[in-house]
């Protein structure tokens, strides 16, 4: 039986400002990214959106991102390797305070952090190595094809190749910037479709009309979209009826 993961990131509210319907869509994923306190979230978010996660039977997992709450995380910065492996360890390790278990399902970068290392192998390889010392056997959510993939590989750290139901991709398997008018779907139907077709064809067609192969593991739902709930609802409905299992991944090695 085919089985794939369905993700979202979570808990990005901050202290009076409300972002996403995280309650809604949590019934509809197996695996839920949850901001650390850099780009957004608090200890009280962060505490209520894992409570809600754990009664949910959905796995958690680490959303850390640049030091940024006023650009949400999604600006670039120049940061080093030390920086990098300490940043993610940092945030790791205030996410699972707050877990019963302590243990974390998975790691994966947000925003600009995670495009910059999908094609920067240096800043990707220190991202694992920083994983790796928190806890060896946590599970790397890095974009299809991507250093983040090759970056897990070298450094021994359990992976999933990650693919998105809401964004465009380039030709080169990047995703569109947000800059750009046609970097997000807003159709749902558009984006049922693509995902039924990566599921099941193993690829997704650019925005320039070339198709790109991909293996995905893991498909990601962005909570702050305003239709999060709907493709939540509609891409496991739609998953569901062709026999695949919605469930969290185990990983890749090598």
């Known amino acids: 039986m085919k089985t794939i993961d369905l993700n979202c990131d979570l808990g990005e509210s901050f202290g009076a400002y409300t972002l996403g319907l995280d309650k809604d869509i949590l019934p509809y994923i197996s695996s839920a990214n949850i901001a650390c306190g850099f780009h957004a979230s608090d200890p009280m978010v962060m505490a209520q959106t894992v409570a809600e996660a754990e009664k949910n039977n959905v796995a958690i997992g680490a959303h850390p991102g640049f030091y940024d709450l006023m650009g949400f995380g999604r600006r670039n910065m120049t940061i080093s390797a030390d920086e990098a492996r300490n940043y993610i360890k940092y945030q790791i390790g205030a996410l699972s305070a707050f877990s019963k278990t302590g243990k974390l399902h998975h790691v994966k970068p947000h925003g600009a952090l995670y495009n910059m290392a999908s094609t920067d192998y240096q800043l990707a390889r220190a991202i694992c190595q920083g994983i790796r010392e928190v806890d060896d056997e946590l599970i790397l959510y890095g974009l299809a094809n991507s250093q983040l993939i090759r970056a897990a590989q070298d450094t021994g750290l359990s992976y999933a190749q990650e693919v998105f139901a809401d964004r465009n991709y380039n030709d080169d398997g990047t995703l569109v910037h947000r800059q750009h008018e046609d970097a997000l779907i807003t159709d749902e139907d558009v984006a049922v ?62």
Do not use: Y
């Open 193 to 254: 479709e693509r995902v039924v077709q990566m599921v099941e064809e193993g690829n997704v067609k650019s925005v320039t009309g070339k198709w790109i192969d991909l293996q995905p593991d893991t498909i990601c739902v962005h909570g702050d979209n305003p239709k999060a709930v709907q493709f939540a609802t509609r891409i496991h409905k739609a998953l569901t009826e062709k026999g695949v299992t919605i469930t969290p991944v185990n990983g890749r090695l090598g």
